[in-house]
C-alpha cells in the first residue's frame, strides 16, 4: 500500500516542474505571431539573440507561419477550401480512433507480433507510395504543382492507411499493452 501511494506521489510531483514552467517561461516569438502581437514577437527575439539585428529572422518567421497556414493543400484540393484544416484533424482522427478500436479487438486474438510485422509493412508501404506520389508530381523542384481531386484523394487514402497501421499496432500495442508489462505485477493490478 506505502508502495502505491509514493509512487502516486512521484507521478504527481512530476507536475511541478511542468506547472512552475507553464506559468514563468514567456511565449515563443512564433506564438506571439500566430496571436497578431508582432512587437512583442520582436521583442521577444531582440532578448532571446541578444542583438537589435533580428529583421531576416522575424520575416523567416512570418514567411514559415503564413506557409504552415497554406500546409493541408491535399484537403483543399479535394474540396474542403477554409476548412481544410479542421476536415483533416477530424478524418484522422476518426482513422485513429477507429483503428484504435479494431486493435483493442484483434491484438489478444493475433499477438502483438502479427500486429507489428503486418502494420509496419503496411506504415512501409503508405509512406513510400506517399512519397513516390508526390515526388512523380512535384519532382526535385520545390515549384508547386497543381494537384487534381482525383490525385489528392489518393494521397489521403494513403495518409488514412498510415495513420490507421500505427493506431493499431504502435500507437496501441506499445503504449497500450507493452508499457504496462514493465509495471511490477505487485503494482499494476491496483493502477490499471
Known sequence: MFELARQRVNLGLAAVPAAIGALILPDTPNSLIERGYEEEAKAMLRKIRGTDDIQAEYDDLVAAIEEAKS?????????????????????????????????IATVDKLGRRALFLQ??????????????????????????????????????????????????????????????????????????
Open 71 to 103: 500546409a493541408p493543400v491535399l484537403f483543399k484540393t479535394i474540396g474542403f477550401g477554409d476548412d481544410a484544416s479542421l476536415v483533416s484533424a477530424a478524418i484522422s482522427g476518426l482513422v485513429n480512433v477507429s483503428a484504435t478500436f479494431i486493435s
Open 119 to 192: 502494420d509496419g509493412t503496411q506504415m512501409l508501404v503508405s509512406q513510400v507510395m506517399v512519397g513516390t506520389l508526390i515526388a512523380l508530381k512535384f519532382g526535385t523542384s520545390s515549384v508547386a504543382a497543381e494537384l487534381t481531386k482525383s490525385y489528392a484523394s489518393i494521397l489521403v487514402f494513403f495518409v488514412s492507411i498510415y495513420v490507421a497501421a500505427f493506431a493499431w499496432s504502435w500507437g496501441l500495442v506499445v503504449y497500450g499493452k507493452l508499457l504496462g508489462e514493465f509495471i511490477p505485477l505487485r503494482i499494476s493490478p491496483k493502477i490499471f
